[in-house]
């Protein structure tokens, strides 16, 4: 899942697509991860993993996640825009803008002239013979941060499609992104309490935004046109903040203008949905942000100076190695491999059996299909399943608490704690166009078995 935050004092933090709000002082932090095929670019297909912050000066963080590859940050590096993390800092010179002067154009050459005026505006084509210009003046009172597919300098976050963990890397070509050039724009307000909001589609180079005769856009009762980007942005805020107690809450549509939407039938279909009046587009901390190929995790300043460190979760890493856990079967030491190197499997690393839990040493024996390759029989209680090594969760921006790891989730074996492991279990992400599935935050692969995750077993040692 992809996070970020806007915190005028935080530095950002690993990479991860998480997006993060911060009311301390004058700062934002945002973060993003990514980690499936089709929801996470930013955090779950747009999911990622993200770390803890230190003060500093930031808005807020994003991130977005991936599977074992994407566990802390990009396949290639973060590079320039296009980060697994990303923090928003608060401006020095205000960017923000609003709605000011309305057109009603009969020519497309009237309707061109307006637009190049440079300044911001937004154009609905109704017909051939009528558009709708609304022309947005300067705000000096809030930060405007963009984010989308497009590398132009508008875009101040560039976010890609995330492959799942679960493909290999034969499947890993992304024919045809369905992430927007311009997907979204967040909005901070530059004084305490440094609310953000999130609204559909942002400017191009030309400071313009145009919604064509097809997509999907109406006048509201107060006469201000509105409307919806192709694929959408849809957005979850979690019951409870984002904490150990936290719970999924319902996915929304948000619209060009940012008024909140029940969902269309389809991602792309004509008909908007129902009006939700009593909620807005304020982003909270663990608001998720799906831009349909990529999912941002939004964390505030404040929710994450609450979240372990990356120094807890190595602290947590050396205190299971210190208990020396045992391979039942070989009777050989187990140990959870550095963070820095979380690409290759080693020889002391933690294997399990995710049907029941049972960790073990890796042996290659105990096979009972031979068109799955990774079913095996656990020699403990003879039940069979997936048997795959185990990897913790590297970014702490994805943890809703501070405790050990000892759970993982399956098929994929990212290990974190036990409440961050049953939240993010029960998260139907979006998927494509019209599916919802549970997603692992570290890696994006789609979970599976009775709970999506499970309670490992360790042996400790028998001298």
Not at 6 to 35: F, G, I, K, N
Not at 266 to 288: C, H, M, P
Not at 401 to 421: I, L, M, R
């Amino acid at each position: 899942m992809a996070a970020w935050h806007y915190v005028p004092h935080l530095q950002p933090l690993s990479p991860q697509l998480l997006l993060t709000t911060v009311p301390l002082s004058d700062q934002w932090e945002l973060q993003a991860s990514t980690a499936c095929g089709a929801p996470c670019s930013a955090f779950l297909r747009g999911c990622r993993n993200m770390p803890a912050t230190s003060r500093s000066s930031s808005y807020h963080r994003d991130n977005y996640s991936s599977c074992d590859r994407y566990n802390g940050s990009l396949p290639n590096g973060d590079r320039g825009r296009r980060k697994s993390r990303f923090a928003l800092y608060k401006r020095p010179k205000a960017n923000g803008v609003k709605p000011s002067t309305v057109h009603v154009i009969s020519t497309p050459q009237a309707s061109k002239a307006i637009s190049c005026k440079g300044q911001h505006s937004i154009s609905y084509t109704l017909s051939r013979n009528q558009t709708v210009v609304v022309e947005y003046s300067h705000d000096k009172d809030t930060d405007m941060f963009q984010v989308g597919r497009s590398t132009e300098s508008p875009i101040d976050f560039v976010v890609t499609d995330t492959i799942s963990g679960s493909q290999n890397n034969d499947e890993t070509q992304i024919t045809q992104s369905t992430i927007s050039r311009f997907a979204c724009r967040i909005v901070c307000d530059r004084n305490a309490p440094y609310t953000a909001r999130i609204f559909a589609a942002g400017f191009d180079s030309s400071k313009n935004i145009f919604l064509g005769e097809k997509a999907a856009k109406w006048k509201n009762s107060d006469g201000h046109m509105d409307g919806l980007t192709t694929n959408g942005v849809l957005v979850m805020h979690p019951k409870g903040g984002f904490t150990e107690e936290s719970k999924p809450g319902v996915w929304r549509e948000i619209s060009v203008c940012g008024d909140v939407y029940t969902l269309r039938e389809t991602r792309s279909a004509q008909q908007r949905g129902k009006l939700v009046e009593n909620e807005t587009n304020i982003l909270q901390d663990g608001s998720l942000i799906d831009l349909c190929g990529a999912t941002l995790l939004w964390r505030t300043a404040d929710g994450l100076f609450h979240t372990p460190t990356q120094k807890h979760i190595e602290a947590l890493r050396q205190e299971i190695n210190a208990a020396r856990p045992q391979c039942p079967v070989g009777l050989n030491t187990l140990a959870f491999p550095s963070i820095n190197r979380k690409d290759v499997v080693e020889e002391k690393q933690p294997w399990a059996y995710l049907s029941c839990g049972h960790v073990h040493g890796y042996h290659n024996w105990g096979h009972r299909s031979d068109t799955e390759a990774n079913e095996r029989e656990c020699p403990m209680c003879r039940t069979v399943g997936p048997y795959v090594p185990l990897w913790l969760g590297c970014e702490a921006g994805f943890y809703v608490d501070a405790g050990p790891p000892t759970y993982a989730f399956t098929p994929c074996g990212h290990v974190c704690s036990e409440k961050s492991a049953k939240y993010w279990s029960q998260i139907p992400l979006p998927h494509g166009t019209h599916a919802f599935h549970a997603a692992c935050p570290f890696c994006a692969t789609q979970l599976s078995g009775e709970n999506n995750c499970v309670k490992l077993i360790f042996q400790g040692p028998i001298d």
